[in-house]
């Protein structure tokens, strides 16, 4: 994805254009395949889970229960 973006900022974009962004979408991920993957490149890469149905409302108050619990073990 890399080589192609690359080439796609160096070739093809306008100079008022923003540099493009690539989009992986897999069924499932590992965590060998993103360190792989993804090792070694711009801080600018971002994983993130999608789900094709929306969460309840237990479910999103605990996932910020988490992330809120994770920034603040980070803290310390």
Avoid: T
Avoid at 62 to 73: A, F, P
């Amino acid at each position: 994805m890399n080589k192609y973006l690359n080439y796609y900022r160096e070739n093809k974009v306008y100079p008022w254009e923003k540099s493009p962004i690539g989009l992986i979408v897999c069924e499932y991920k590992g965590k060998e395949e993103v360190h792989y993957a993804l090792g070694d490149l711009d801080d600018k890469i971002f994983v993130a889970e999608y789900k094709a149905k929306l969460p309840g409302e237990e479910e999103i108050e605990k996932g910020v229960r988490n992330i809120r619990n994770v920034e603040l073990q980070g803290d310390d």
